[in-house]
Every structure is written in structure tokens, then in C-alpha cells.
């Protein structure tokens, strides 16, 4: 995902699904001069689909202005996954 021109950087982690358990979940920071738009998730999926196996491709695409960070850089997975989980539980109440 890294190689399309819209992508800054991304985080790729694993969302709950009701029914598959697990989906394919893609945070994205865009660069300067790209919005978030239907269209642009297409495009997306489109360019993993081609550039790996069509089964891998982000079933899930959030944008956001950063993605959380450690101190030393490294992108906090964990803590996305867990948002994820929360706005699960919040959804089902």
C-alpha cells in the first residue's frame, strides 16, 4: 500500500467481523492534496489487490491525520486494534 502516491504511511492490522471473525483493516495517513473519498478506497484496494494476492487486499480502510506512535517511532498496532474493539463494543450496545 506504501507504493501508491496517495500514502504517506499505513498501519495494516486485523478488525473484528461478525462474520469472518477477522477482516483485513488498513489505517492510512494521506499526503498533502488527497481526500478521503469512496473512490480513492477503490483505488486502493485495487493497487494491493494487483501488487499481492487478491485475498490480502484491506477490507477496512480508515483514514486519519497520524498514526499512533511509540516514543522511538515504531507505530502502536495494538492500540489500534484495540480502539477497533472498543468501537466494536460501543456499536453492539
Known amino acids: 500500500m506504501l ?3 496517495a ?3 499505513c498501519a495494516i492490522t486485523g478488525a473484528p467481523d461478525p462474520v469472518r471473525g477477522q477482516v483485513v483493516k488498513a489505517t ?10 469512496p473512490e480513492l478506497i477503490k ?3 485495487d ?3 494487483k501488487s ?17 506512535k511509540t516514543i522511538s517511532g515504531k507505530i502502536k498496532r495494538a492500540q ?10 460501543v456499536r453492539d450496545y
Open 3 to 5: 507504493e501508491h502516491d
Open 7 to 9: 500514502v504517506v504511511e
Open 28 to 37: 492510512v495517513v494521506l499526503k498533502k492534496g488527497y481526500e478521503p473519498s
Open 43 to 45: 483505488e486502493l484496494q
Open 47 to 49: 493497487h494491493v489487490k
Open 52 to 68: 499481492t494476492a487478491p485475498y490480502k487486499y484491506p477490507r477496512i480502510i480508515e483514514f486519519v491525520d497520524e498514526l499512533p
Open 80 to 89: 489500534i486494534r484495540h480502539e477497533d474493539e472498543e468501537a466494536v463494543r
